[in-house]
């Protein structure tokens, strides 16, 4: 059952014909790179695969940072059947199939891991069906996954797997990978590595962005251009790395932590980092509508009155998006995230509606005041709607000493309004408002 068997691993993975991430996966912890927050010496993870005591668990991370790799190196240093899905390829079937035979070598005293590739592929039923093998300890799950689990994880087998987070690998990892490359002469691309020099190495691993598997597919495409055994140039890497897509799912994890982090980078007040994030999204094809929809979001909750102009902005710029179209439209989006980046900031009116909110859900609905009432029939009139009501329209500086909140509720104060922008004379002019109509409601009191 095992799918790795150590003899044929290596006969395998030293073929040419193999691409060169294929080649280079480690094959024992001390070849892996990366991840040292799990797998350094002393730490947690490591230490179950040591002592060959393992529970199910989850490897949760971005693209080619070693979940598969890691959990092929556990498979060859542990006394475990190994055997493993693809959540694309995968019928539910051929899971009970396997699933039967792992119990079949519990009773014979071996252990099996199930190592499962893009677990959140696979839908409830598929990963129903894993649950009892994994509570009686027939199997040893090893789930790999690009998406938050979360969300794409059912609770029940979540609950029984620890979920490891990996990193992306930085900019010296992913050097020493490809220098590791460069140098074996077994699975590698050993006689090429006075022939690229280290600048060309650092900027494959900037263009990888983290992934080894992209620094790697980079190196091999360099080395095959190099012709008649000539050292690399900058012209033959800029052939082979043209131009990539960001990381980016629309539907996944990574599309909430760009718009995530371009609402965080204006509510900071940096368009720097704002203009990378929305060029990110821009450049992995993103709905424009859906980033104006979220800047005009961001207009309300995070500038608010400090600057009401920024709600008129950004929906200007959706409008004038609209009209012209992609790319030039793109303009108009990146000078409203700029603008609401400098523009003062305020969420008073924000946490207003927050606190007026949780106060109704609490349970805070006392009737409305008869003052305040409609009364459009004479039977409501008599009933005393809208008696004793007060037009402001017809007081001196437009002001009255009406009670307008409901009774038990009086002076209730939601919205705080900050030294910002606009804001501050807002908020000087509320104060006015507020002593005037504290005198005209104790002048009513007096001659009544």
């Given at each position: 059952m095992r799918l790795f068997p150590d003899d044929a691993s290596k006969a395998d993975t030293a073929s040419v014909r193999r691409p060169l991430p294929e080649r280079m996966r480690p094959r024992s912890l001390d070849e892996f790179e990366g991840q040292q927050h799990l797998v350094g010496l002393g730490k947690?993870?490591?230490?179950q695969i040591e002592r060959d005591d393992l529970a199910s668990m989850i490897f949760w991370g971005p693209p080619g940072v070693g979940k598969t790799s890691l959990a092929r190196v556990i498979a060859s240093e542990t006394l475990c059947e190994f055997v493993a899905f693809s959540g694309v390829m995968s019928s539910i079937r051929q899971v009970k199939a396997v699933l039967a035979d792992a119990e079949r070598l519990r009773g014979a005293g071996l252990?099996?891991?199930?190592?499962?590739?893009?677990i959140h592929r696979f839908n409830k039923a598929q990963q129903d069906a894993f649950l009892p093998y994994v509570e009686r300890g027939?199997?040893?799950?090893?789930?790999?996954?690009?998406?938050?689990?979360?969300?794409?994880?059912?609770?029940?087998?979540?609950?029984?797997?620890?979920?490891?987070?990996?990193?992306?690998?930085?900019?010296?990892?992913?050097?020493?990978?490809?220098?590791?490359?460069?140098?074996?002469?077994?699975?590698?691309?050993?006689?090429?590595?006075?022939?690229?020099?280290?600048?060309l190495l650092e900027r494959i691993a900037t263009y990888a962005g983290g992934d080894a598997r992209t620094a790697l597919l980079a190196l091999e495409a360099l080395v095959r251009l190099m012709e008649g055994g000539g050292p690399a140039s900058d012209e033959l890497l800029q052939d082979v790395l043209q131009r990539r897509l960001p990381r980016y799912d629309k539907a996944g994890e990574e599309?909430?932590?760009l718009v995530s982090a371009l609402h965080k980078s204006v509510r900071s007040s940096d368009p720097d980092a704002a203009l990378h994030w929305l060029a990110r999204m821009l450049e992995a094809g993103e709905d424009r509508l859906y980033i104006g929809r979220r800047l005009v979001r961001m207009a309300a909750e995070d500038i608010g009155l400090a600057d009401p102009r920024a709600v008129q902005m950004a929906m200007a710029a959706v409008d004038a998006f609209r009209l012209v179209g992609e790319p030039e439209g793109d303009l108009f989006l990146a000078e409203v995230a700029v603008y609401l980046a400098v523009t003062p900031k305020s969420d008073a009116v924000y946490s207003a509606l927050e606190s007026a909110r949780r106060e109704v859900r609490a349970g805070a609905d006392p009737p409305v005041p008869l003052h305040l009432r409609n009364a459009p029939t004479r039977l409501m009139k008599d009933l005393g709607y809208a008696a004793d009501y007060q037009h402001a329209h017809e007081a001196e500086d437009r002001l009255v000493g009406m009670e307008c909140m409901p009774d038990g509720m009086e002076g209730r104060r939601y919205y705080l309004p900050t030294r910002n922008g606009i804001e501050e004379r807002i908020a000087k002019r509320l104060t006015l408002i507020r002593k005037q109509r504290d005198a005209l409601r104790r002048e009513g009191e007096t001659r009544t």
């Amino acid at each position: 059952m095992r799918l790795f068997p150590d003899d044929a691993s290596k006969a395998d993975t030293a073929s040419v014909r193999r691409p060169l991430p294929e080649r280079m996966r480690p094959r024992s912890l001390d070849e892996f790179e990366g991840q040292q927050h799990l797998v350094g010496l002393g730490k947690p993870l490591r230490l179950q695969i040591e002592r060959d005591d393992l529970a199910s668990m989850i490897f949760w991370g971005p693209p080619g940072v070693g979940k598969t790799s890691l959990a092929r190196v556990i498979a060859s240093e542990t006394l475990c059947e190994f055997v493993a899905f693809s959540g694309v390829m995968s019928s539910i079937r051929q899971v009970k199939a396997v699933l039967a035979d792992a119990e079949r070598l519990r009773g014979a005293g071996l252990r099996t891991i199930v190592f499962v590739d893009e677990i959140h592929r696979f839908n409830k039923a598929q990963q129903d069906a894993f649950l009892p093998y994994v509570e009686r300890g027939d199997i040893i799950l090893i789930g790999a996954t690009t998406e938050n689990p979360s969300f794409e994880v059912i609770s029940a087998l979540l609950s029984r797997a620890k979920v490891y987070t990996l990193e992306a690998l930085t900019r010296k990892q992913l050097v020493r990978l490809q220098e590791a490359a460069l140098q074996d002469s077994e699975r590698g691309l050993a006689g090429k590595s006075d022939l690229v020099p280290r600048p060309l190495l650092e900027r494959i691993a900037t263009y990888a962005g983290g992934d080894a598997r992209t620094a790697l597919l980079a190196l091999e495409a360099l080395v095959r251009l190099m012709e008649g055994g000539g050292p690399a140039s900058d012209e033959l890497l800029q052939d082979v790395l043209q131009r990539r897509l960001p990381r980016y799912d629309k539907a996944g994890e990574e599309h909430f932590n760009l718009v995530s982090a371009l609402h965080k980078s204006v509510r900071s007040s940096d368009p720097d980092a704002a203009l990378h994030w929305l060029a990110r999204m821009l450049e992995a094809g993103e709905d424009r509508l859906y980033i104006g929809r979220r800047l005009v979001r961001m207009a309300a909750e995070d500038i608010g009155l400090a600057d009401p102009r920024a709600v008129q902005m950004a929906m200007a710029a959706v409008d004038a998006f609209r009209l012209v179209g992609e790319p030039e439209g793109d303009l108009f989006l990146a000078e409203v995230a700029v603008y609401l980046a400098v523009t003062p900031k305020s969420d008073a009116v924000y946490s207003a509606l927050e606190s007026a909110r949780r106060e109704v859900r609490a349970g805070a609905d006392p009737p409305v005041p008869l003052h305040l009432r409609n009364a459009p029939t004479r039977l409501m009139k008599d009933l005393g709607y809208a008696a004793d009501y007060q037009h402001a329209h017809e007081a001196e500086d437009r002001l009255v000493g009406m009670e307008c909140m409901p009774d038990g509720m009086e002076g209730r104060r939601y919205y705080l309004p900050t030294r910002n922008g606009i804001e501050e004379r807002i908020a000087k002019r509320l104060t006015l408002i507020r002593k005037q109509r504290d005198a005209l409601r104790r002048e009513g009191e007096t001659r009544t």
